[in-house]
């Protein structure tokens, strides 16, 4: 199985920036979806960011014009560019990888957006 750790998360002020990376053991490039993922405390854990293995992405509605998500398959690693962030974004994000035989998700990392 392709274990996935993701990294990157941290504390931010309302409006600013982080990059989160999610490092695969092994090639995703035959994986048809790469996303994250993100739960807060009381709520279920949510979609926020897919890209399938032909690039085409997909964001919820909360998170487009602000997050971009991106994979290189050469490197084994999916990347989430996440700006004008909101405290409404603090979460823990998770990494996952989805296709016909495989459905993974990462351990989590947390990300905190102060007001």
């Known amino acids: 199985q392709v274990q996935l750790v993701e990294s990157g998360g941290g504390l931010v002020q309302a409006g600013g920036s982080l990059r989160l990376s999610c490092a695969a053991s092994?090639?995703?490039?035959?994986?048809?979806?790469m996303g994250w993922g993100r739960q807060s405390p009381g709520k279920q854990r949510e979609l926020v960011a897919t890209?399938?293995?032909?690039?085409?992405?997909s964001y919820t509605d909360s998170v487009k014009g602000r997050f971009t998500i991106s994979r290189d398959n050469a490197k084994n690693t999916v990347f989430l560019q996440m700006n004008s962030l909101k405290p409404e974004d603090t979460a823990v994000y998770y990494c996952?990888?989805?296709?016909?035989?495989?459905?993974?998700w990462g351990q989590g990392t947390q990300v905190t957006v102060s007001s």
């Open positions: 890209v399938t293995s032909g690039g085409s992405t």
């Open positions: 092994r090639s995703i490039s035959s994986i048809a979806t």
């Open positions: 996952h990888g989805n296709s016909i035989c495989y459905r993974e």
